[in-house]
């Protein structure tokens, strides 16, 4: 899958090791090089397994949560264009081969 991101600044926290341990701590900058290394071998989000995969509802809704560590999570969105939709109007994740990662981090507070 491509992965493309939502601003310089996620995109050095997922392609740079000391700041990910900075930001993330050692468990939570390995897990998030692991659910990378899953988004990008998986060939649409339906591919993936690890990580507690869920869509987002309320604010969030169109957006794509993996857990990291704890409440910590890996949030994206589709990047395909246009968005592949279901009749009922949701998106149709099983098409979705390009994502933006929109957010990394506790989403709950």
């Not at 468990?27 to 690890?50: E, M, P, T, W």
Request: aromatic letters at 6%.
């Amino acid at each position: 899958m491509e992965i493309t991101f939502g601003d310089n600044k996620l995109q050095k926290l997922c392609e740079q090791q000391a700041v990910a341990q900075k930001q993330l701590g050692k468990v939570g900058a390995r897990k998030l090089c692991s659910r990378l290394a899953d988004l990008a071998a998986a060939s649409s989000v339906r591919d993936l397994v690890a990580g507690r995969p869920h869509p987002l509802k309320g604010d969030r809704a169109g957006e794509f949560a993996l857990d990291l560590e704890g409440a910590k999570r890996l949030v994206f969105k589709s990047a395909n264009d246009p968005v592949p939709y279901k009749g009922d109007g949701g998106i149709d994740w099983s098409n979705v081969t390009h994502v933006c990662i929109v957010f990394i981090g506790d989403y709950h507070d």
